[in-house]
């Protein structure tokens, strides 16, 4: 890498921890405030809704402005969106709005569609084409370590480990529930007030840096259209990549839940396994996923790792107790690659265009959206989380067709 990209290359690194952690705390969200707000499953996966829904709307708005403007100016608003959305967090705690903790998820997630359409084709930039895949990986690789980290804080700062039967609720007088309701729902002020410091820094740190641009991309307004899509690869990464943040979110979300189904595993030591064992084989197979593409195509590796999620996730609609958990476990290793893989296949040579499809390619996150709701209407209908993991296992699938026949390299000549 030419040394006037390495500093750069750091700094918009960090941004890939920045909203990694915000997705990653929805695992401990939405349980906690199922918890304190006493909702069904289909309406805490609302929360993955909130998140995912702004990055459909904010997605291409986001692209216009990295288009319009530069790469250092939608970073600067995408932190400073990220930091009001988690100050919100503070008055939907005090009256315990679940509609205003919705609000401040949107809010928080616009910012950090504008964090992740500008960082992953940015990163791409940065040195030779031919490594892009490899350098995207590496970046992404820190996208893994908020990974790591954000179900092990929100884990030990936000969820109380106190979980009360729904006789014990029933039995509480009014006053009793009320008073344990608002008691659940108060941890997570502090810890998004620091959250939101944090982020404050961050953007000054960029607000001061020298983030250098592209010449000649912000004035090619012309190439910013729905033209796009007549490359067949592009096309089909979107439908990958929506298919791949719906499989992510569908199976860390619900984790919690069911493990407490099949294991009866108490919610701290549940947040405990997701974070330091399934999240921490996300990291190291990032590391592991960036030294295999030197050998191994990316569109091959990709497919390989598909087929080997599928049958993983086989395994936890088919088996009991520990095993269909453990094997749910293993499955964050292989999807690792997924998400960095698909977006450089998908924007592999389309020089201008690339800003518009890294765009549509972030606007696909909505399957984050929209696959966790199937799961939890599904789960209140048969009264199983278990069979509602028939979802990302058909997610998965679909990422299998792309990466085996879809993603052809004549495409990009077209």
């Not at 997705?23 to 995912?52: E, F, G, M, R």
């Not at 790469?71 to 930091?83: M, N, P, Q």
């Not at 084709?121 to 084409?129: H, I, R």
């Not at 007088?173 to 810890?191: A, M």
Request: charged share 10%; aromatic share 14%; hydrophobic share 55%.
């Amino acid at each position: 890498m030419n040394k006037k990209y390495l500093l750069p290359f750091v700094l918009v690194t960090s941004l890939f921890f920045l909203w990694a952690f915000l997705h990653n705390l929805n695992p401990i969200l939405i349980p906690h405030l199922k918890k304190a707000c006493q909702l069904t499953d289909t309406q805490s996966a609302l929360i993955d809704s909130a998140v995912y829904f702004g990055y459909f709307l904010i997605a291409l708005p986001a692209g216009w402005v990295m288009h319009k403007y530069g790469y250092k100016k939608g970073i600067l608003i995408g932190l400073a969106l990220y930091a009001i959305g988690a100050l919100m967090f503070y008055p939907a705690a005090s009256i315990r709005s679940y509609s205003l903790f919705l609000t401040a998820l949107f809010v928080a997630a616009s910012g950090a569609t504008f964090l992740e359409t500008v960082a992953n084709p940015y990163v791409t930039k940065l040195g030779d084409a031919d490594t892009s895949e490899q350098r995207l990986n590496f970046a992404q690789s820190f996208n893994g370590l908020g990974a790591v980290i954000a179900p092990i804080i929100g884990g030990n700062f936000i969820l109380s480990g106190i979980e009360k039967t729904k006789d014990e609720l029933n039995a509480m007088t009014p006053d009793q529930l009320q008073s344990y309701l608002n008691f659940e729902i108060s941890t997570v002020k502090s810890f998004y007030i620091i959250l939101a410091l944090i982020i404050f820094a961050v953007f000054i740190i960029f607000f001061l840096a020298n983030i250098p641009e592209f010449e000649g991309e912000a004035q090619a307004e012309h190439q910013f259209s729905w033209k796009v899509f007549r490359h067949t690869h592009l096309k089909w990464a979107v439908i990958a990549e929506a298919c791949y943040v719906g499989t992510q979110v569908c199976v860390g979300s619900f984790f919690i839940r069911l493990s407490k189904s099949l294991m009866n595993l108490p919610e701290k030591n549940a947040a405990f396994l997701w974070g330091y064992i399934a999240m921490a084989g996300f990291v190291v197979g990032r590391f592991a996923g960036t030294y295999l593409m030197k050998f191994i195509a990316p569109a091959r590796l990709l497919a390989t790792y598909c087929l080997i999620t599928i049958t993983l996730l086989a395994i936890a609609l088919l088996t009991k107790g520990n095993i269909a958990v453990y094997a749910v476990v293993g499955v964050p290793f292989f999807l690792s690659i997924m998400f960095p893989t698909i977006f450089a296949l998908g924007i592999k040579g389309l020089g201008e265009e690339t800003k518009i499809a890294a765009s549509f390619l972030v606007m696909s996150i909505v399957g984050g959206g929209v696959f966790p709701l199937i799961m939890g209407r599904i789960s209140d209908a048969t009264g199983s989380m278990q069979k509602a993991y028939i979802v990302p296992l058909c997610c998965l699938i679909v990422i299998w067709f792309f990466a085996q026949f879809k993603y052809k390299p004549d495409s990009m000549l077209r």
